[in-house]
C-alpha cells in the first residue's frame, strides 16, 4: 500500500516568489494534516482537514498561506509571497477518523524542504 | 498554548549504554504517542499510551504515560547505532482531536 506521496521534496526560491506543495494521502485516510517542522524541532501543525473540510486552521498565517483540499483527497498548500523565515520542512500527514475508539496514528509524507533565498 | 517539553534536547551516547528521554506538560492528553524521525523522511510512530501509568515496551524501548497523563517517559536499554534520530512525543488532546507535538529530542549513538 503506497504511503502518504508529497512533493517536491526539495524547492529553493528567491523570497517573495510563490511556492505550492502538494500531498496525496493514503487511501481512505479522510483526515489530513499539514505540519511545518523546523530542523530538529518538533512539526507545528498548520492545517487540519477532515474530508473537505478545513476544522482547524487556527495556526495557517493566513496574510500569506493558504491550503485546499479538494474533494477530499488529494491536498495543496501554498505560499505567496515567501519570505526568508518560511524555510523549513513542509509535512503532510494523513490518519483514519480519530475517535473513542481509534487513537489515531499519523502516517508521514516525507516532506518537503523549503529554502528561501 | 500548549505545550511539550522534551528533554536533554541533544543526547550522545556510546553503543550499549542506556537512556531515558523525557516529555513533560501541564496539560492532561487523552493519549500520548512518540515518533522516531530519520534524516529526510517523516516521523514514524512507535507507540501510543492511553491509560495514565500505563507502560508499554517494545523490544528495548520502554515507554511510560504519567499517573496524571501529563508527561511521558522513553527509556532505551543498550542503546545502538540505529537508534539515531530524533525523537517526538505527541499529545493528543481531548475533544478537539488535536496532537501537540514535543520539543524533540535528538539522540546520536556512537559505535
Given at each position: 500500500e503506497a504511503g502518504v506521496v508529497q512533493s517536491p521534496r526539495y524547492k529553493i526560491i528567491e523570497k517573495k516568489q510563490p511556492v505550492a506543495f502538494w500531498c496525496n494521502p493514503i487511501s481512505g485516510h479522510n483526515t489530513l494534516y499539514w505540519y511545518l517542522q523546523n530542523l530538529g524541532q518538533g512539526p507545528e501543525l498548520l492545517i487540519r482537514y477532515e474530508n473537505e473540510e478545513?476544522?482547524?486552521?487556527?495556526?495557517?498565517?493566513?496574510d500569506r498561506f493558504s491550503a485546499e483540499r479538494l474533494k477530499g483527497v488529494d491536498s495543496t498548500l501554498k505560499i505567496?509571497?515567501?519570505?526568508?523565515?518560511?524555510?523549513a520542512v513542509y509535512l503532510c500527514a494523513s490518519s483514519l477518523d480519530i475517535g473513542l475508539f481509534n487513537t489515531g496514528e499519523l502516517f508521514f509524507g516525507e516532506g518537503s524542504r523549503l529554502t528561501v533565498l | 498554548t500548549q505545550l511539550l517539553e522534551q528533554s536533554p534536547q541533544f543526547l550522545s551516547i556510546q553503543e550499549g549504554e542506556n537512556l531515558t528521554v523525557y516529555c513533560n506538560s501541564s496539560s492532561v492528553f487523552s493519549s500520548l504517542q512518540w515518533y522516531r524521525q530519520e534524516p529526510g523522511e517523516g516521523p514514524v510512530l512507535l507507540v501510543t499510551v492511553v491509560t495514565g501509568g500505563e507502560v508499554k515496551k517494545l523490544k528495548r524501548l520502554t515507554f511510560q504515560f504519567g499517573d496524571a497523563r501529563k508527561d511521558s517517559s522513553l527509556h532505551i536499554t543498550a542503546?545502538?547505532?540505529?537508534?539515531?534520530g530524533l525523537y517526538l512525543c505527541a499529545g493528543l488532546t481531548s475533544g478537539t482531536y488535536k496532537y501537540i507535538f514535543g520539543t524533540g529530542t535528538r539522540l546520536k549513538v556512537l559505535a
Open positions: 478545513a476544522v482547524d486552521d487556527s495556526q495557517l498565517p493566513k505567496q509571497p515567501a519570505e526568508l523565515g518560511d524555510s | 542503546a545502538q547505532p540505529g537508534d539515531t
